[in-house]
C-alpha cells in the first residue's frame, strides 16, 4: 500500500500545505521549514509508510540518481567486467545502475537511449561497439548530444565517433601488435574468426591483426576470413567451418576477434579430434577471466575492462555537462600463453 501514499496525503496527515511538505522532506534551495514543522511532516510520512515518486522527483530535480549503462551483450564476460566497473563508481557516489543490451542491434541501442533520456538519468555509459550504419549513427548521435545539451552527461567506450567525451579502445593497433608478436614466434599463415561487418570493434580488430601480418610478409587471405556471431557458439560454428571447407589445411594460427570466440574455436577443434597448440594454434582478445579456466592457457590482448568501466563514468560525472571534448585511448597488452609457442 505504500506506494498509494502521496505526498498529499502526508501534508493533509501533518495539517501543512503540500508546498511545506515537499520543503520538509526534500529540501528547497533557499527555503527552510521550522524544525517544528519538518518533524511534524517527517513523523507523518514515517507513520503513512510513506515513499517518494522518483519520476516526480526527477521533474523536480530535472535529472534523477539513476545511471544508464548501455551494453551489447551483459552475458559477455567483457561487459559485465565493465558494468562492475561502473556499479563501483556509482555506489560510492549513491547513484543506481540500470542495464541494458542491445544484442547488437542498432537500432535498439537508439531505442534504449531514447528511454534513459525521457526517464531523466544522471548519465549514460555507452559502452561496446559503434555500428557501421550511418542512419541509426546519425540518430543515436543526435538523441545524445541532445541529452548532453539538456544536462545529461555521457561517456562513450570504444570507438571516438561522436562528440563526446569518450575512452577510446585501441582495438586496430593492439591487434597488429598481436600479429606482430605472433609472426616473431614463428606463425606464418593466419585464418581469423571475425564478427558481423556492422560491428565496428570487429572490422577494426580484423583490420590490425590482418595489417600486422601482411607487415611481416605473411598476408591473410581473404578466404581465411570468417564471419559468425561475436559468441561462444559463434567460435564454435566459425571453426568447424573452417575445418570442414579445408581452410585449416596450411595454416598455424587462428585469430578470434575476442575471447569468448577463441574460447568456441578451442572446444571445435577438440570435438574434431585436433589439438591446441600442436595441430593449430589460437589467440583471442580481450583477457576476460573466464580464461583461468580455458587449457591450454589463450594468448590474447589484455584490455582492463572493470578500470574502463570505473573510468567511463567518472569521465561522465566530471566536467561541466557542455564540456564533452575528452578523448583518453586505453592500448591493449599481448599476452603470450601456451595455446602460441614458439615455432621452430
Do not use: C, K
Request: hydrophobic residues 45%; glycine residues 10%; negative net charge.
Amino acid at each position: 500500500m505504500a506506494e498509494q501514499v502521496t505526498l498529499a496525503d502526508v501534508a493533509r496527515w501533518a495539517g501543512v500545505s503540500v508546498a511545506t511538505a515537499s520543503r520538509a522532506l526534500h529540501g528547497s534551495a533557499g527555503r527552510t521549514v521550522n524544525p517544528e514543522l519538518r518533524a511534524r511532516v517527517r513523523a507523518a510520512a514515517a507513520e503513512l509508510n510513506y515513499s517518494p515518486n522518483a519520476n516526480a522527483q526527477a521533474v523536480v530535480r530535472g535529472t534523477t540518481t539513476t545511471v544508464g549503462l548501455v551494453v551489447h551483450d551483459i552475458a559477455d564476460p567483457s561487459a559485465s567486467a565493465l558494468a562492475a566497473g561502473v556499479m563501483e563508481v556509482a555506489a560510492a557516489r549513491n547513484l543506481i545502475v540500470t542495464i541494458s543490451a542491445t544484442l547488437s542491434d542498432p537500432l535498439t541501442e537508439v531505442r534504449h537511449v531514447e528511454s534513459l533520456r525521457r526517464q531523466r538519468a544522471r548519465a549514460i555509459v555507452l559502452a561496446g561497439s559503434r555500428f557501421n550504419d550511418p542512419e541509426s549513427a546519425g540518430r543515436l548521435g543526435a538523441e545524445l548530444v541532445g541529452y548532453a545539451v539538456g544536462g545529461g552527461r555521457v561517456a562513450v567506450v570504444g570507438q571516438h565517433r561522436l562528440p563526446l567525451r569518450t575512452i577510446e579502445i585501441d582495438n586496430a593497433g593492439s591487434a597488429r601488435r598481436l600479429a606482430a608478436t605472433l609472426a616473431s614466434l614463428g606463425y606464418r599463415r593466419a585464418a581469423v574468426l571475425a564478427g558481423p561487418e556492422l560491428i565496428a570493434t570487429s572490422e577494426d580488430r580484423v583490420t590490425g591483426f590482418r595489417g600486422g601480418m601482411a607487415d611481416a610478409g605473411t598476408p591473410v587471405p581473404q578466404e581465411n576470413v570468417l564471419v559468425a556471431p561475436l559468441t561462444r557458439d559463434g567460435g564454435y560454428v566459425a571453426m568447424t567451418e573452417l575445418i570442414d571447407l579445408g581452410v585449416l589445411n596450411g595454416v598455424d594460427v587462428v585469430f578470434a576477434v575476442n575471447d569468448v570466440m577463441a574460447v568456441g574455436a578451442i572446444a571445435a577443434l577438440r570435438d574434431q579430434g585436433l589439438r591446441v597448440p600442436a595441430d593449430v594454434a589460437v589467440a583471442g582478445f580481450d583477457d576476460i577471466s573466464t580464461l583461468r579456466d580455458v587449457r591450454p592457457a589463450l594468448t590474447t590482448v589484455r584490455l582492463p575492462m572493470e578500470r574502463i568501466g570505473a573510468d567511463a563514468l567518472d569521465l561522465a560525472l566530471s566536467g561541466r555537462p557542455d564540456d564533452e571534448t575528452t578523448v583518453s585511448t586505453v592500448i591493449g597488452d599481448v599476452v603470450v600463453r601456451e595455446s602460441t609457442p614458439p615455432r621452430s
